[in-house]
């Protein structure tokens, strides 16, 4: 829903019922926040946050519908160099087995590599020093179970969290539901092009992309087309871009590498300081959604230019937002944490 949409909303009074989830209230009870006590006494933030034990699936929000989720704080300390790729966020609707959203959590935030970065766009905001927010509407009409599992291989001491919902909500039979799934390649064979999203059967549109590219060459990167496959494409895509860059509204190799964070598109980070260079581009399809009817694949190809184009070996990680009916497909296997890790 564009911005100016929810700003003419705020003069509408609804039955809706307004909770959050935090772990001073975990369970959204009526009266029931802040009863934890501190060493300044009862009520006084007894319990701003939750462990996360090593191995498990930590359930932090349970929510009977119909609702909508519109709002997601977290924040994690970089307790290992590698938290934010070791912790996955799931997020599962009306009793499904599998999970519609299945990320690890710096990158469903446009925080790839394990590396932390500002990001100020409308659906995701990433503020000074890592708090992480998702502005993505999540409807549901019987349940909602949001977890996050800790793969870090210890445990994580303080998780910090609020989840902001409406109970109740007019939710039209016509809804279609959040996902967002994260892949790898690494590293794509000279010619392969990086798939974003496949399996994707049914209706709905495609609504964003995050890319954490690691160039594991010199010279620049960023030639590859992102390609949309519609309804049926096989060979050639309905949608093809012109390059990764121009895919994310920037230009002539992003200049100097000059990083941008702007509500639709922007290129947050580029990181030269280690033996690769590492770059975080993202792109929403809010005003601009890709709609389908039956079925929709992503890519992009691994192209560089020096003295002229070239094929290109990269590590390439991504993460497709998109919203469709019920039921989804499976998402293929998440990677083990080790398979994960940048480099």
């Not at 802040?34 to 996360?52: E, F, H, I, M, Y």
Request: net charge negative; with cysteine.
């Amino acid at each position: 829903m564009h911005l100016t949409s929810r700003l003419s909303q705020l003069t509408e009074v609804r039955s809706e019922k307004s909770r959050s989830l935090t772990a001073e209230n975990p369970d959204g009870e009526v009266g029931a926040g802040g009863r934890a006590a501190s060493d300044l006494g009862t009520g006084r933030k007894g319990r701003p946050n939750v462990p996360l034990p090593d191995g498990e699936e930590t359930v932090i929000g349970e929510i009977d519908g119909p609702g909508e989720i519109r709002h997601i704080w977290i924040t994690v300390p970089e307790t290992t160099d590698h938290v934010l790729r070791d912790l996955v966020f799931r997020a599962y609707w009306d009793g499904e087995d599998d999970p519609s959203v299945e990320v690890p959590l710096g990158d469903f935030f446009c925080n790839g590599h394990a590396t932390r970065c500002n990001v100020f766009s409308h659906p995701i905001v990433v503020a000074p020093n890592g708090g992480f927010n998702c502005y993505f509407s999540m409807p549901f009409r019987e349940h909602a179970r949001i977890t996050v599992e800790n793969q870090c291989g210890e445990e994580v001491p303080t998780f910090f969290y609020q989840i902001d919902y409406a109970l109740d909500p007019d939710i039209a039979e016509d809804t279609a539901y959040f996902h967002a799934q994260w892949r790898r390649t690494n590293p794509n064979a000279l010619g392969e092009d990086h798939v974003i999203a496949d399996g994707i059967e049914g209706t709905g549109h495609y609504v964003g992309t995050y890319l954490a590219w690691t160039a594991l060459s010199e010279h620049w990167w960023g030639e590859g087309e992102v390609k949309f496959y519609i309804d049926g494409d096989d060979e050639w895509p309905t949608i093809c871009g012109t390059g990764a860059e121009d895919y994310v509204g920037g230009a002539w190799c992003f200049g100097d590498d000059e990083t941008y964070s702007t509500p639709f598109l922007g290129y947050p980070l580029h990181d030269d300081s280690g033996a690769v260079t590492q770059h975080g581009l993202y792109r929403w399809h809010i005003p601009d959604p890709i709609r389908f009817d039956d079925d929709l694949r992503v890519t992009v190809q691994a192209i560089g230019y020096d003295d002229g184009l070239f094929e290109r070996s990269d590590d390439i990680s991504s993460t497709a937002y998109w919203y469709q009916k019920e039921p989804h497909n499976p998402f293929p296997d998440l990677p083990d944490r080790r398979a994960r890790r940048p480099r």
